[in-house]
């Protein structure tokens, strides 16, 4: 199939990749012409503009987002829907806020456009392992992009297969599900962004009190890079997270390359606000988020082992107090 993509930073560009490494065509956009040149090659054309990219996408075309939320992404969306025509689609594969996806929507069908919500998780490990992507929208659109949401999703793989799951949508198996109607998508990947903070300050709190030990009468000196080796080993604790935590660990035990002062990407906000407006308790989510306010006026060993995971998934830098 042809994609155009536009947005080429830490996910973006390897998404083109992966999707020509599958034998689609991309043409591809970002407002720095460096990185479109980087890009550039078999089964990736460069464009110099988002007008330039529609015109060499053929009907029904389809473009991907891959901006940051908010303002960037709305401004793309409107030079987008005024170039498209009606039959294209307009896919946000973005951190975006679930109920401006269901306004962009309406707005977009008026004019004859389609909207697909895709929610993309998978950071800057996307071009090997795959991205899981979570989708909203119309399902004949989201059928009709299927080849597209396969070749970058991780497929089975090693993964044992889930007893007891005959019968069911075969995709989420594959690392891609159609999650419902528009805003559906990111609504899944707020939540999912939700439940990661809550993980990664569980890790980062059981670090720090393993860190601590000495402190005790008996004087533990834990070495916290070997424990993080040993619990990916059969753990009941281990994950993805955790095999990052240990790749930190080992390439920089005491974490010196980090302040520990923490962002939050916005979805950990919006997952506490929706729980609030769903009348639902989330204890331990809202005070992961809390936590990385506080890490904001100071820091800990913890807040430090926050910053090295974001950073090892996703390539997030720290930001200055």
């Not at 155009?4 to 689609?24: C, K, P, S, T, Y």
């Not at 497929?155 to 159609?178: F, M, N, V």
């Not at 528009?182 to 569980?202: D, P, R, S, T």
């Not at 281990?238 to 930190?248: E, K, P, Q, R």
Request: glycine share 12%.
């Amino acid at each position: 199939m042809q994609l155009g993509i536009v947005g080429l930073g830490r996910m973006g560009g390897n998404i083109a990749r992966r999707l020509a490494a599958a034998g689609h065509q991309c043409v591809v956009f970002d407002r720095d012409p460096a990185m479109v040149k980087a890009l550039a090659g078999k089964d990736i054309a460069g464009a110099d503009a988002l007008p330039a990219l529609v015109n060499q996408l053929t009907k029904p075309r389809a473009v991907w987002l891959m901006l940051p939320a908010g303002d960037v992404t709305e401004k793309a969306i409107d030079e987008l829907a005024s170039v498209l025509e009606a039959g294209d689609v307009i896919i946000d594969g973005g951190n975006t806020f679930y109920k401006d996806d269901v306004r962009r929507a309406k707005a977009l069908k008026a004019k004859g456009l389609h909207y697909i919500d895709c929610g993309t998780s998978g950071g800057v490990w996307g071009l090997e392992r795959g991205y899981c992507l979570m989708i909203g929208g119309e399902k004949q659109v989201v059928d009709r992009l299927e080849p597209i949401f396969k070749a970058l999703a991780p497929g089975e793989g090693e993964i044992d297969k889930t007893p007891g799951r005959g019968g069911r949508d075969a995709r989420a198996s594959q690392g891609y599900l159609h999650c419902g109607p528009a805003g559906a998508g990111h609504f899944v990947k707020m939540i999912h962004n939700g439940i990661e903070y809550g993980l990664m300050q569980a890790y980062a709190e059981g670090f720090n009190i393993l860190r601590g030990a000495e402190n005790l009468p008996e004087g533990y000196d834990f070495d916290v890079a070997d424990i993080a080796e040993v619990w990916r080993r059969g753990s009941v604790v281990g994950s993805w997270l955790l095999d990052l935590t240990a790749m930190a660990l080992a390439e920089d035990p005491k974490l010196e390359q980090y302040s520990g002062n923490v962002s939050d990407s916005g979805e950990g906000r919006w997952t506490v606000n929706t729980a609030v407006e769903a009348a639902v308790p989330a204890h331990v989510l809202t005070a992961a988020l809390y936590a990385r306010f506080r890490s904001r006026e100071e820091d800990s060993f913890a807040d430090k082992l926050l910053s090295a995971m974001r950073k090892k998934f996703g390539g997030h830098v720290e930001t200055k107090r």
